[in-house]
């Protein structure tokens, strides 16, 4: 068959039922697997053989939803964790430990960067963040020989920075490492990363791929195109023998194309067991099938709400990479050219009370600790998420106390601006 366009990727990839087979992929609720004799379990568990024996390592609804983000980001291996932060963990442990470095951009999601700042900073592996602005030459500069990775969002949450993949998957090669990159608020419907020379790719799909706020996930992809062989030093865990699974050398057992997705799966899956539950791949693989309708109307309203706040005489600033004029509009024209994401930030005039104000306004957006689903929410992180801060140390953290970060849905965009025009009326 030909290569078939991500809308229709996104109903049809990863599973193709047989006749009289189930039309929709079956939640496979079972943690285990029977065999007619033990030999043919061993080989199983001497990845000689390929077949399911435990759910925490694999399962075939978890396996064909991820063949289905594996081709709609067009990879060449993918698996699925229990969340977006198992996934980022995996991504990263699967190739740096203990005495190693990654370069990562500075301005990626709170979670992650607490993920990586502090616990993995315990556990040994260092992490230098930079600018994601930062000249070639400064980004160049924060390599060491023990760097093991580049760590990027697409689009970062909630800074709605954009990422220039281009310039950051460069410097990644020019010093032997990958470039991995955080592609949830884009989607691959709206930017794919392999593209523009990333070799790895994460997800939350908690956020837009599930998009209806019913089951936390998280996805690794490999684009299967970066050589650790030629830096076998640099890779040992994938360029020499696994004692932990009888010897096996993954990159010579599963070409370049398989090696990192099946170490990720035989050892870090194995061993620390965040594997995603088929009940929710389920309903994340419903999710995925209306993914390309939902972020058509998630880009064209949060363009529409951005324009209108920038135009509101009680906003005193916006930011979305789709407006004319933000730091952000020429990465995005160049790497989003359909469309960014939902998520749209703001001041309110009048600081952190105006902004209590303009929440406490709001009918239909929902006060939420949640982004990037079919209803708009929002949150005002200074009396929220960051409240215990005061104003210098929200300036620190980046966060202003007018700001207001609004997840724009797929409402009605009428109703949507309706609401938001009651609430700033009140603020
Ligand atoms: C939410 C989020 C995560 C973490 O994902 P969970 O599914 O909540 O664990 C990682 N990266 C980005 C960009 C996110 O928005």
Wanted: glycine share 10%.
């Amino acid at each position: 068959m030909s290569q078939q366009s991500v809308s229709t990727q996104c109903l049809h990839a990863g599973y193709a039922p047989g006749s009289g087979e189930p039309r929709n992929i079956p939640i496979v609720q079972s943690t285990t697997f029977r065999y007619a004799t033990g030999e043919q379990m061993g080989a199983l568990f001497d990845l000689e053989a390929s077949g399911y024996f435990y759910t925490r390592l694999q399962n075939p609804t978890n396996d064909q939803v991820a063949a289905k983000i594996c081709a709609l980001e067009g990879g060449s291996a993918a698996m699925l964790t229990s969340s977006g932060q198992a996934a980022s963990f995996y991504a990263i442990f699967n190739i740096a430990s203990c005495g190693d470095h990654v370069v990562c951009s500075s301005s990626i999601y709170g979670g992650t960067y607490n993920l990586f700042a502090v616990t993995m900073k315990r556990m040994g592996v260092q992490f230098t963040f930079v600018d994601p602005d930062c000249t070639e030459e400064q980004l160049n500069a924060a390599f060491r020989p023990e760097t093991r990775a580049v760590f990027g969002e697409t689009i970062a949450n909630p800074a709605l920075t954009v990422l220039d993949i281009e310039k950051f998957a460069r410097c990644a090669h020019a010093h032997g490492v990958p470039l991995i990159v955080d592609n949830t608020f884009a989607t691959p419907v709206n930017c794919r990363p392999f593209a523009w020379g990333a070799d790895i790719v994460t997800h939350s799909t908690t956020k837009y791929m599930d998009g209806h706020a019913n089951a936390v996930g998280g996805a690794i992809v490999d684009s299967g195109r970066f050589d650790w062989t030629k830096y076998p030093q640099k890779f040992p865990g994938l360029c020499t023998p696994d004692e932990s699974y009888h010897g096996v050398t993954y990159t010579q057992r599963f070409g370049l194309e398989g090696a990192y997705i099946t170490k990720a799966t035989a050892q870090l899956m194995r061993d620390l067991g965040a594997a995603a539950s088929p009940q929710n791949t389920y309903y994340l693989n419903i999710g995925l099938e209306t993914l390309p309708l939902r972020m058509a109307r998630h880009c064209a309203n949060g363009q529409a709400v951005a324009e209108f706040l920038q135009n509101h005489p009680k906003t005193a600033w916006v930011r979305y990479p789709g407006l004319r004029g933000d730091p952000y509009y020429a990465l995005a024209q160049k790497y989003l050219p359909q469309g960014c994401c939902g998520v749209v930030s703001f001041g309110v005039k009048g600081g952190r009370e105006a902004a209590g104000r303009f929440m406490a306004g709001l009918e239909l957006a929902s006060i939420a600790t949640h982004v990037a689903d079919a209803k708009t929410c929002v949150l005002h992180p200074a009396s929220t998420t960051h409240r215990q801060m005061s104003d210098a140390e929200l300036a620190a953290a980046g966060v202003s106390p007018d700001l207001v970060r609004l997840s724009v849905g797929i409402e009605d965009v009428g109703d949507i601006l309706a609401d938001l025009e009651r609430a700033l009326a009140q603020a």
